[in-house]
């Protein structure tokens, strides 16, 4: 028996080999990919310049830093 991931490689391979699809398939895919867990994060920073130096620093807290570089 096949896993909904394998459904989903299969059919986007058809699409690509261009052949087409059912409105089934279609719903597998928008299933799948609505599914699909999100590995991206949005990150708002702000840099200030620092007045006792010509360098620009980040005002995002060290500890979100570390973790933010984890993410990469």
Same mark, same amino acid.
């Given at each position: 028996?096949a896993?909904?991931?394998?459904?989903?490689?299969?059919?986007?391979?058809?699409?690509?080999?261009?052949? +087409?699809?059912? +409105?089934?398939?279609?719903?597998?895919?928008?299933?799948?990919?609505?599914?699909?867990?999100?590995?991206?994060?949005?990150?708002?920073?702000?840099?200030?310049?620092?007045?006792?130096?010509?360098?620009?620093?980040?005002?995002?807290?060290?500890?979100?830093?570390?973790?933010?570089?984890?993410?990469?």
């Amino acid at each position: 028996m096949a896993t909904v991931k394998e459904l989903y490689d299969y059919i986007k391979l058809q699409q690509k080999e261009g052949k +087409p699809i059912t +409105p089934l398939h279609e719903s597998i895919i928008e299933a799948y990919e609505a599914d699909e867990t999100k590995t991206t994060k949005k990150v708002e920073v702000t840099f200030q310049k620092n007045e006792n130096q010509d360098t620009y620093q980040s005002t995002q807290d060290q500890v979100e830093q570390k973790k933010q570089s984890e993410w990469s």
